[in-house]
């Protein structure tokens, strides 16, 4: 049974620039989570997809948004890019509800702004 | 605002040492909690939850953790550590059964000969 995947794992951005980051979820999943990890602020919660619709969303400015697509599979978008935004991003698929409860976590996507 | 802690942001052990690493979270009514285990460039491995019932869980690779209500904590234990135990371990809390899990800053721990 294939894991969540995220691609890319790594990516180079320059400041001012806009990223995109892909999340495939394990087949049968209907929730996706985005976690932001960085040194200083650890682990944050950036937001969570449900069946297409946003669930919950955590204290990140607008320049983050998201979306889910019918097959489950969700995009993170970050515009504007910002020296402060360099970390790793990683996705959490669930089938369960709660969907923390039976969260899986990809290998994440390595972010640095230059 | 809700928080968890970790008090130990290193923890140095040897190779067939016990291990407790702590865990405290801010008051939650019906908590959802959990540990995970990152090695370095890798993403995050669940190693145990508790929703309810028993207070002690049993997870994967020998640990166990124990829920202590009245001490708001949920501590992580492994009776002898293997070197491949080093890496950076978080406690994470769901504080009422259907929010964003809230993790702890983590401890990074080092397994020496």
């Known amino acids: 049974k294939a894991g969540v995947t995220q691609t890319p794992r790594y990516l180079i951005k320059t400041r001012g620039q806009q990223v995109t980051l892909s999340c495939s979820p394990i087949s049968g999943h209907r929730s996706v989570s985005w976690y932001q990890q960085t040194p200083g602020q650890g682990l944050q919660f950036l937001f969570e997809?449900?069946?297409?619709?946003?669930?919950n969303k955590g204290n990140f400015p607008g320049r983050f948004s998201g979306r889910q697509f019918s097959n489950s599979r969700s995009e993170m978008n970050v515009s504007t890019l910002e020296l402060g935004d360099s970390a790793l991003y990683l996705c959490?698929?669930?089938?369960?509800?709660?969907?923390?409860?039976?969260?899986?976590f990809g290998s994440g996507t390595r972010l640095t702004v230059v | 605002a809700q928080s968890v802690t970790q008090p130990d942001i290193h923890i140095t052990v040897s190779e067939g040492a016990s291990l407790e690493l702590r865990c405290n979270y801010s008051?939650?009514?019906?908590?959802?909690l959990f540990w995970y285990v990152q090695s370095p460039g890798q993403g995050l491995q669940l190693l145990l939850k508790?929703?309810?019932?028993?207070?002690l869980v049993q997870g994967i690779k020998g640990f166990e953790a124990e829920f202590k209500r009245s001490q708001s904590s949920f501590n992580l234990r492994k009776p002898s550590v293997h070197w491949s135990d080093a890496a950076e371990y978080f406690c994470?809390?769901?504080?009422?059964?259907?929010?964003?899990?809230?993790f702890g800053k983590g401890t990074r721990l080092s397994v020496i000969a």
């Open positions: 008051y939650g009514a019906t908590p959802y």
């Open positions: 959490a698929s669930s089938w369960e509800e709660p969907p923390s409860y039976g969260y899986t």
């Open positions: 994470a809390v769901d504080f009422s059964g259907n929010t964003p899990l809230v």
């Open positions: 508790y929703f309810s019932g028993d207070t």
């Open positions: 997809y449900f069946s297409e619709t946003q669930r």
